[in-house]
């Protein structure tokens, strides 16, 4: 596998014993545990219209990347709100 500087430098830290792993607590299980619950939990449903050629498009990219063609629209989504994509104006 292929670590960029970032990775390399962690494990490095890691495997050095510069770096040490601690547990969790519950607390923190429970934290995270509940992020997570609510990261996936999808509680609404919508309609949207697309370009034949649109959604072919993304069932294909879908299929590329071995997932459900409503995932990756609503990951999309959920990225462009996040404001992990940026639309270009102008």
Do not use: W
């Not at 449903?45 to 609503?74: F, N, V, W």
């Amino acid at each position: 596998m292929k670590y960029d500087k970032e990775e390399k430098h962690i494990i490095d830290a890691l495997e050095s014993g510069k770096m040490q792993l601690s547990i969790p607590s519950k607390k923190e299980i429970d934290a995270i545990k509940t992020a997570a619950d609510n990261t996936f939990k999808k509680d609404r449903r919508i309609t949207i219209r697309l370009y034949d050629h649109d959604l072919i498009g993304i069932q294909k990219k879908a299929m590329e990347m071995g997932i459900p063609y409503q995932t990756l629209i609503s990951g999309l989504i959920h990225r462009y709100v996040e404001g992990e994509v940026k639309i270009k104006t102008g």
